[in-house]
């Protein structure tokens, strides 16, 4: 048998080799199509690699043929050791072959190597960097992770990149690679504090952080997102808290210009929003934070709706963490804050489901992590006016949208978590009803009415005796219990 699938082989590599220095483009096609059938990556490589190679060379105008080609080029290498591989002479053709799908694979295999490959003498790192500017956003993928793999081990192989005169296609632009080698240089700086002051040393990302000094909107842009990567780790944001990057995007907040401003400012409100990401931060450590104070408040009081949202979004980040509830509770020049706008949106009726989800998740959060209970409870007095909360809450909790009954039961569970936040909830007219019934939950739902039934018996002291009893029966049935009769009602609807 094996004799068998031997000659067979051989009688389609005399095939493919014969139809490729042809030219006969058929004859390929025919050919690979047969290979690939015939369990190709059993075969010897040595025969069918430089054949492969050649038929990805000059074949390379047909899209047929370069993908069948690479396909079993792809197979026979994916059997062969990574090292034995990298030293195939037709891997560096590969590197810089005309088609993307080809480059992708050769630089997987170097990929495959791992961060500390040979180089085999082929200058692979040199084509690695330099295919930075690839046009092939697919074959980019594949360079920036062998070059942030190599950064993890030895940071000066991938230095060379700040000062490469690259080689651009006409489809690539300054710009686009200059935000590639700025983005890999972020990442990169992200990975330990070693990285992060190696990165500040050698200052790679001064180019970067001069951005915001840029005329071009636009790249000003694409800088503020790059940034808000340096804000996942305290590595990161080591490297822009100490300049004077942090002053020049406050200013971008009280920029008077309505056209830049909406371009920029929720990039730069979410750039301070992701803050809270960053571990061990807190707001207070930022000297003035009145402009981003009165930037919140201008955006949740606008009548845009894409602003609303910027400022809704960035306040239920910010909410996450007690230093950024302090912000959210502060005083703007308008004399209101976040807290007490955000109060308005979760009350407002008619208003964009969007932004009610956001407004009533967000004021979950600042329920729960506000630590001043009572300014929380001031903060909530003044919040719901001489509205009752709690059923406009139950109500939203009712209507047939699930992330925002979701939302709401959320928010009732902050709420259960005070010993004011209780009294609200169990002398709320037909609260104590509301929450023991189970009719048409979801799954979430049902965890959300659990938790909050939980939270109201580890203080039962306001409850009545009887109130006490169905909590606790509630508990005992578990969170996911069905009565008898909703049994038999489901039971009817399969029959039916």
């Known amino acids: 048998m094996e004799v068998g699938f031997s000659n067979k082989m051989e009688s389609l590599l005399t095939q493919l080799t014969t139809a490729v220095a042809n030219l006969d483009g058929n004859a390929v096609l025919t050919t690979l199509d047969l290979l690939l059938a015939g369990n190709i990556e059993r075969s010897k490589e040595e025969e069918f690699l430089p054949v492969l190679f050649e038929t990805v060379e000059k074949m390379a105008t047909s899209s047929q ?48 190597n791992g961060p500390q490959y040979e180089d085999q003498g082929k200058d692979y790192l040199s084509i690695t960097i330099g295919a930075v500017a690839d046009e092939d956003l697919s074959v980019y993928s594949v360079v ?42 972020t990442k990169v700086a992200s990975f330990s504090p070693e990285h992060a002051e190696a990165v500040g040393a050698a200052k790679v990302l001064n180019p970067l952080f001069e951005l915001l000094s840029s005329e071009d909107d636009l790249l000003k842009l694409a ?32 920029c008077e210009d309505e056209l830049l401003a909406a ?49 809704l979004n960035a306040a239920s ?16 020049k308008t004399g209101s804050c976040a807290v007490i706008q955000i109060f308005n949106h979760v009350l407002q009726r008619g208003q964009n489901s969007e932004i009610h989800i956001v407004a009533v998740h967000c004021l979950a959060k600042l329920m729960q992590n506000i630590q001043n209970t009572q300014k929380l409870q001031q903060l909530y007095e003044k919040g719901r006016g001489s509205a009752n909360v709690i059923p406009a809450v139950m109500q939203l909790a009712q209507i047939p949208f ?47 009415k659990f938790k909050i039934i939980e939270s109201l018996l580890e203080d039962a002291s306001k409850l009545s005796s009887s109130q006490v009893i169905s909590l606790r029966g509630y508990v005992r049935d578990g969170i996911m219990y069905k009565s008898r009769q909703a049994q038999i009602a489901v039971e009817d609807d399969n029959l039916s």
């Not at 080591?238 to 020049?248: A, C, K, Q, T, V």
């Not at 980040?317 to 703007?332: Q, R, T, W």
């Not at 936040?421 to 799954?443: C, Q, Y």
């Open 402 to 448: 699930s992330d925002l009954r979701e939302a709401s039961l959320s928010l009732i569970l902050s709420i259960s978590k005070h010993e004011w936040g209780k009294d609200a909830l169990v002398f709320s007219p037909g609260f104590m009803e509301w929450i023991v019934n189970r009719d048409h939950l979801s799954t979430e739902e049902s965890h959300l």
């Open 144 to 185: 920036e992770e062998i070059l942030l793999q190599m950064a993890q081990t030895n940071l000066d192989s991938v230095l060379p990149l700040k000062d490469k005169p690259f080689a651009k296609s006409q489809e690539m632009n300054d710009s686009t690679v200059f935000m590639r080698v700025m983005s890999i240089f």
């Open 263 to 311: 371009v920029l400012l929720p990039n730069v409100l979410d750039f301070f929003a992701n803050l809270s990401k960053t571990p061990n931060f807190s707001y207070s450590s930022f000297g003035n934070n009145q402009i981003l104070v009165d930037c919140l408040s201008k955006c949740l009081a606008s009548a845009d709706l894409t602003q609303r949202a910027c400022g």
């Open 223 to 254: 800088g503020i997102e790059l940034l808000k990567e340096l804000t996942v780790t305290w590595e990161g944001y080591s490297l822009i808290r100490e300049g004077p990057l942090l002053n020049n995007l406050m200013n971008i907040l009280e």
């Open 317 to 332: 980040e910010m909410a996450s963490i007690p230093s950024g509830c302090d912000l959210l509770s502060a005083s703007a």
């Open 65 to 112: 043929i370069i993908q069948r080609a690479t396909t079993a080029l792809e197979r026979i290498l994916s059997h062969m050791s990574p090292k034995h591989v990298l030293q195939l002479e037709q891997l560096q053709l590969g590197l810089v072959h005309p088609v993307g799908s080809v480059r992708k694979l050769s630089f997987q295999q170097i990929l495959r």
